[in-house]
């Protein structure tokens, strides 16, 4: 779980996860996103990392945008676990 810079709750997705929110949900265009053209097809989760918004949105995130919290609100993670198992998202 990681927070943006301006306090959006999230969870890093894994590749093939990444893939399928790809095809499923649509894509958020947040502030701090990664938008360099041609990018994020494979994103290298150094500077490129794929999060899932508890909005129901995913985007590349700039790391360095991102603050890892462990110690996420509960009903926050729920509200992302739902949107997983609704969307089959799960690896």
């Keep these: 779980m990681v927070t943006t810079f301006n306090g959006q709750s999230a969870m890093v ?18 502030a701090g996103r990664y938008f360099a053209p041609g990018c994020c097809h494979h994103p290298d989760y150094i500077t490129q990392v794929p999060v899932l918004f508890e909005d129901g949105t995913w985007d590349v995130m700039r790391s360095m945008n991102l603050k890892k919290q462990p110690d996420i609100a509960e ?15 799960a690896e």
């Design 75 to 89: 009903e926050k993670s729920k509200v992302i676990q739902k949107i997983i198992h609704e969307n089959n998202l």
């Design 13 to 30: 997705m894994g590749q093939a996860m990444y893939e399928s929110a790809r095809e499923v949900l649509r894509k958020g265009n947040k």
